[in-house]
T-cell receptor, first 113, second 117 residues
Framework: KQEVTQIPAALSVPEGENLVLNCSFT??????LQWFRQDPGKGLTSLLL?????REQTSGRLNASLDKSSGRSTLYIAASQPGDSATYLC????????????FGTGTSLTVIP | DGGITQSPKYLFRKEGQNVTLSCEQN?????MYWYRQDPGQGLRLIYY???????QKGDIAEGYSVSREKKESFPLTVTSAQKNPTAFYLC????????????????FGPGTRLTVL
């Protein structure tokens, strides 16, 4: 069974700092990996989707990379802002899991003004 | 506006009572999903459906039931058999490509918070 890990569980940074969030998965045979943002008490907002054939995706200040061979993805946030404070989750879909996505437990990010 | 709606936002259940959570999407997506989220845990899949009148159990289906009579609707019933139903419930949907392979991203509704009294 695919297992997804996100470390650290929580992270605090001063405003303006660049930061990296990590996502690890145990089965490297994945279809895709998706990064989400979740604000307290809200649903998930899709940030970036990386297909298995891709190495990275970019959207604004966000850049997500994928290294299937090592079972890792990183989400890079440039010039962090207080509005970036949220929980960030990654999810993977692989042939082993059929039509299921498996989620990490998330990294809670706080950007201090 | 295209999107996914869930209702109600908050729901309270008495012991022994069945309750139904609504999920509707107007994205014309074929696949729909129900997840449960507990504090400190990742999302866990309850049920999913790829087409109308068909659905499959996820990892934690016991005590839950679903139906998929229409493409845009995927209601979840939390039965009295579910011993610990207090949680945040999230519905999601995703499109399918013509080959049946699923590459498209998931989109989520705003969630329903269920509390057992």
């Amino acid at each position: 069974k695919q297992e997804v890990t996100q470390i650290p569980a929580a992270l605090s940074v001063p405003e303006g700092e660049n930061l990296v969030l990590n996502c690890s998965f145990t089965d490297s045979a994945i279809y895709n990996l998706q990064w989400f943002r979740q604000d307290p008490g809200k649903g998930l907002t899709s940030l970036l989707l990386i297909q298995s054939s891709q190495r990275e995706q970019t959207s604004g200040r966000l850049n997500a990379s994928l290294d299937k061979s090592s079972g890792r993805s990183t989400l890079y946030i440039a010039a962090s802002q207080p509005g970036d404070s949220a929980t960030y989750l990654c999810a993977v879909k692989s042939p082993e899991t059929g039509n299921q996505f498996y989620f990490g437990t998330g990294t809670s990010l706080t950007v201090i003004p | 506006d295209g999107g996914i709606t869930q209702s109600p936002k908050y729901l309270f259940r008495k012991e022994g009572q069945n309750v139904t959570l609504s999920c509707e999407q107007n994205l014309n997506h074929d696949a729909m999903y129900w997840y449960r989220q507990d504090p400190g845990q990742g999302l866990r899949l309850i049920y999913y459906s790829q087409i109308v009148n068909d659905f499959q159990k996820g990892d934690i289906a016991e005590g839950y039931s679903v139906s998929r009579e229409k493409k845009e609707s995927f209601p979840l019933t939390v039965t009295s058999a579910q011993k610990n139903p207090t949680a945040f419930y999230l519905c999601a949907s995703r499109g399918l490509d013509l080959g049946g392979l699923i590459y498209n991203e998931q989109f989520f509704g705003p969630g329903t918070r269920l509390t057992v009294l």
